[in-house]
């Protein structure tokens, strides 16, 4: 046994983590995306949507131009690569399962995360916390609207609103498409979008409205997506806050506040949105830890 590795998953968003505090176990020569993708491979690797580095900021060469002046406030900084290997701003659910590893391995403490601590990322600091029934929180600041676009799932088009939440989404409420069979749709492959418009990929997802946004009762929807560089997966934190947004957005014009509880194919997640900005709410597990073998690593 050599490297050790957990896996585990925030709704079934998978993740292999490779702990590397000081910078000098996955420097970027040693974890390239060719190795990235051989970890996330479900038959003859360990299996993910993505893999997670634990670094401290002060070791991750790109921070001090992502993270500004606030690098001293970040001591941890989540390096998030997709399944094929391409590096994403900004992981909802890799943010919070993160948290939840530092506090599981001792490197944080519990109690000390319950008001947030800042967590570097390619996508700016972000505040994450743990609540005190075990979900982890983040909050991912405010949803920016930047267009309508379309995607196309075998020959049929969907109309979506263009979202960013520090990566781009584009959320599709299907029942204004005419009552769309969510279940049926085939995800197998990268939905069609405007490359003008996504000019760096995109995160497509499909929503069904279960209950719209009422006053004093939560709105509920529920998801599928197909994720930049991974493929249909079974949760994705920033799609749902991109889907709470737009789903408080369609039909009102004002400024957008509410709570939804965004459902997916790997549980439940709630995002409460203000015009200031979206707290995505939910459970992080950690599933197994091992070593990477030699055996495995030479081959
Ligand atoms: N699963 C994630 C998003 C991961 C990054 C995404 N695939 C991208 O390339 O933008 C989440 O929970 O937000």
Redesign the pocket.
Known sequence: MSDRFLLGH?TE?DFVVLLDPDGDRWPEDRLGAALVRRLCERRSGLGG??VLRVVRSVHVPDAPAVLGERLGECEWFMD?R?ADG?H???????IRFFLHVLVSEGLLDRAACADGVLVGTRGGPRRVGAGADGTYWVDMGPARPFGRGEATVAGRTFAGQAVS?G???LVCLTDADGGIDLDALDLTAQPGFDPGLFPE?V?VEFVQVLARPAEGADAHVRLR?H????GE?R???????ATAYAALAAGSDGPQRGTVVVDVPGGRLTVDVTPETTVLRGPAVVVATGGLTREWLDS
């Open positions: 925030g968003n949507d993505g998030h997709n391409s994403a701003e900004m992981c909802g659910n890799g939440m990566n781009p989404h990929g995160n997506v994720e930049r560089g991974v997966t949760s994705c934190g920033t799609g749902a806050c």
